[in-house]
């Protein structure tokens, strides 16, 4: 799929996960995608737990995530993306592992995108348990967490298309400027 | 280009910039795949300054940069994206403005590289200084600028292939693990 169309056509899609399951291939290559992003001073201070257990994944969408999150249980593959905040550069109280895991996260999303495989990026969930049920260390934080599926019906862009039409986002004009802030970029 | 590619091939050129000036439907055309990017709760925190004065460049790059990215003036364009932190969830500690801007901005540098175009976030600047210049009211945050630019010579891929053959990642195996914290997904 093209660039441009994957950014354009990628959307958080919780309520198309089939529960059928994914190649680990497919799972390397989203991996592999988020690696290869940049980061502060390269340090690349991401962290991927990808669970495939159907019990871990029933454990931890039900003892950590949130209500309207629930409906991931479904999902065959949930990544969970995390970094310890000490790994990666600090100014002035602006912490650079989560804009990294961000830029690594996109990665990842396109990926799954191109590869006619469905995502969601999910902040609401208790990150105390999750740490709990995976282990994850202490001094480490969750950015977010994502469920990888196979759309429930048709390709990526039949099981997108109504959220596509759907999606709320700021005009460019509200968001731009032009050498000074305040001054327009006149985008049309 | 394909989206794989896109990702597989973007990479931080500073040394690259051609000073040939960059149209304005390429530059609205990045700027839109940013404003694409999920955020959490769509809460969109981004803003984006466009700086294509190169006096106001000037005067940024000598004033604001790092030494080591001085060498970013030669670019036509600059683009800064910040946030007010205000704006995005903030989870004990965990702001999400900077997980969002990473989302955006990693939209951002795909769409540049697949339109040929050199990038390269920079985190290397006088945060006080640079609001000065641009007006960027006192509650925002800066997370990167990049330059936006043509290569100096050749396509992107040529003026891409040094530094990507030089490009240094952590391996898949040292970064993932499966269904528990430590666990080896062997990735191969």
Redesign the interface.
């Known amino acids: 799929?093209?660039?441009?169309?994957?950014?354009?056509s990628?959307?958080?899609l919780k309520t198309q996960l089939s529960s059928k399951p994914v190649e680990q291939d497919k799972i390397?290559?989203v991996?592999?995608?988020a690696?290869?992003?940049?980061s502060?001073?390269?340090l690349?201070p991401?962290?991927?737990?990808?669970?495939?257990?159907k019990k871990?994944i029933e454990e931890v969408v039900t003892g950590a995530f949130s209500e309207g999150n629930q409906i991931a249980k479904q999902a065959p593959v949930m990544i969970v993306i995390c970094a310890d905040p000490n790994d990666d550069?600090v100014?002035?109280g602006?912490?650079?592992y989560?804009?990294?895991?961000?830029?690594?996260?996109?990665?990842l999303?396109?990926?799954a995108?191109?590869l006619g495989l469905v995502t969601h990026?999910m902040?609401g969930f208790s990150?105390g348990k999750l740490k709990g049920f995976?282990?994850?260390?202490e001094t480490f934080?969750v950015?977010?967490i994502t469920p990888l599926a196979y759309p429930i019906s048709g390709s990526y862009t039949d099981s997108a298309q109504e959220r596509l039409k759907q999606r709320?986002?700021?005009k460019?004009s509200e968001?731009?400027?032009?050498?000074?802030?305040?001054k327009s970029?006149k985008?049309g």
Not at 46 to 53: A, L, N, Q, R
Request: glycine content about 4%.
């Open positions: 799929m093209e660039t441009i169309k994957a950014i354009s990628r959307t958080s390397n290559q991996l592999e995608a690696r290869l992003a940049p502060a001073r390269n690349q991401w962290y991927f737990v990808v669970i495939t257990d871990i550069v100014v002035a602006k912490e650079y989560l804009f990294d895991l961000g830029l690594a996260m996109e990665n999303l396109l990926a995108t191109d990026p902040a990150e995976l282990g994850i260390p934080r950015a977010v709320s986002r700021k460019l968001i731009t400027y032009l050498n000074r802030w305040g970029l985008v």
